[in-house]
């Protein structure tokens, strides 16, 4: 059997990409969508739950299913199934991330790697104008025998102006309590406060999205990540997104670097279905490329 000591480097290293440590799945992008678009579109209507939950689409209805190849051979899937009452919106999520066998290269004793996140989330519109949203769940994660669980909660709110060409949404996210640490050890959850905006031009078929994330408790750091969606016909959706992450990808290499840090997809409508495929480029690490398959009920 191979080794898959390169799990746990990578483990390291996609903490240190998405700024999250050992629960780097609580800020990684969940569909195709926000996957091309690095994680930016968290002011604009969506159809899944996303980073804030109050973007999500009133329209949203039906079930989504994800999946995405990371490097190192990790696989992620995902669940999402939205619903509408007259209350407001409702939706119940799962997503893992399943790392492969680890190997100890003394004993040789094979051991597994993944995380399980469970969520659920509701969210109300207020004259179509504002909306709040809020989700919480549950996270549980086990690495080569050592394991974690923790339950978070997310609030939101959105509000659009100019009829409704432009939008501002403000979230805190992962504000949770951990039960239990992998060490006695007890790592930080990635709590954060983010400022999401975009832009729909009047002429233009086009969505400017911008994101501004704020870390509690690390020094206030922060980064910035922003995409495009180009929608030349309303069966077609072409995006493009990046990060200020994108200097820590650059190796000097020209032929490499000219895409590092970048991310892309496509989007396709069809009468009872949505196809997004996406990708986004980690520089030395590789690519993640994935899709997500949304069918609507009735």
């Known amino acids: ?23 780097e799945i609580l800020q990684f992008p969940m569909d195709a969508r926000n996957l091309a678009l690095h994680n930016s579109a968290s002011a604009y209507d969506g159809l899944l739950l996303s980073n804030n939950p109050a973007s999500l689409s009133k329209r949203a209805k039906g079930n989504t299913y994800s999946y995405f190849y990371l490097p190192g051979e990790i696989h992620f899937t995902g669940y999402q199934s939205v619903h509408k009452s007259k209350l407001g919106i409702r939706l119940t999520k799962i997503s893992i991330m399943n790392y492969g066998a680890i190997i100890d290269s ?39 025998g050592y394991q974690s669980q923790l339950v978070f909660t997310n609030f939101g709110m959105r509000s659009r102006l100019l009829r409704k060409r432009l939008g501002v949404g403000l979230s805190l996210e992962n504000i949770g309590i951990l039960l239990k640490s992998y060490t006695d050890i007890k790592e930080p959850i990635p709590a954060l406060f983010r400022t999401a905006l975009y832009y729909e031009p ?92 949304k069918k609507k009920v009735d």
């Open 1 to 23: 059997m191979e080794r898959r000591t390169a799990q746990l480097i990578y483990l390291l290293f996609a903490g240190w990409i998405f700024g999250a440590g050992s629960y």
């Open 106 to 144: 003394e004993t040789e004793n094979k051991s597994y790697a993944f995380d399980i996140l469970f969520e659920t989330g509701f969210k109300k519109e207020y004259k179509n104008i504002t909306s709040i949203g809020i989700s919480g769940g549950y996270f549980l994660s086990s690495i080569a």
């Open 202 to 293: 009047r002429y233009i078929p086009l969505l400017i999205n911008g994101d501004i994330v704020t870390y509690f408790g690390d020094g206030d750091s922060f980064y910035f990540s922003g995409g495009i969606e180009l929608k030349p016909d309303s069966r077609l959706t072409l995006r493009l997104g990046s990060s200020s992450h994108r200097a820590g990808y650059l190796t000097g290499d020209f032929s490499s670097d000219v895409i590092a840090g970048f991310s892309g997809g496509v989007g396709f409508r069809f009468t009872n279905m949505t196809l997004d495929v996406g990708f986004m480029n980690l520089g030395p690490a590789g690519f993640v490329v994935g899709f997500s398959l």
